[in-house]
């Protein structure tokens, strides 16, 4: 089993910064594949920082140049810092994990945390 555990929302300011984190436990072979989806009510959940591919993210054009994934090894953490927000980064975000084996794939999610972006 994976146990994930999201931190770190809030209500910020546009222009404003929040970090977030996930925490990982259990099961988990490694840190490097986890992710981070944001949501808003009534759409489908969206990308905003994949795992690395060739030794790069490549985030979701609404958040690059503002967001950045970072790993700490150590405690098993996965933050997301998120500079310059905006209104329209108003979302739940979520950490993810999965992972495939010979018996099909396997999703893991956070609980979620809720960030506001408003004046």
């Known amino acids: 089993q994976v146990q994930l555990v999201e931190s770190g929302g809030g209500l910020v300011q546009p222009g404003g910064s929040l970090r977030l984190s996930c925490a990982a436990s259990g099961s988990i072979a490694s840190i490097y594949a986890i992710d981070w989806y944001r949501q808003v009510p009534g759409k489908q959940r969206v990308l905003v920082a994949p795992i690395p591919s060739g030794g790069s993210t490549n985030y979701a054009d609404s958040v690059k140049g503002r967001f950045t994934i970072s790993r700490d090894n150590a405690n098993n953490t996965v933050h997301l810092q998120m500079n310059s927000l905006k209104p329209e980064d108003t979302a739940v975000y979520y950490c993810?994990?999965?992972?495939?084996?010979?018996?099909?794939?396997?999703?893991?999610w956070g609980q979620g945390t809720q960030v506001t972006v408003s004046s």
């Open positions: 993810h994990y999965w992972y495939t084996t010979w018996r099909g794939r396997y999703d893991y």
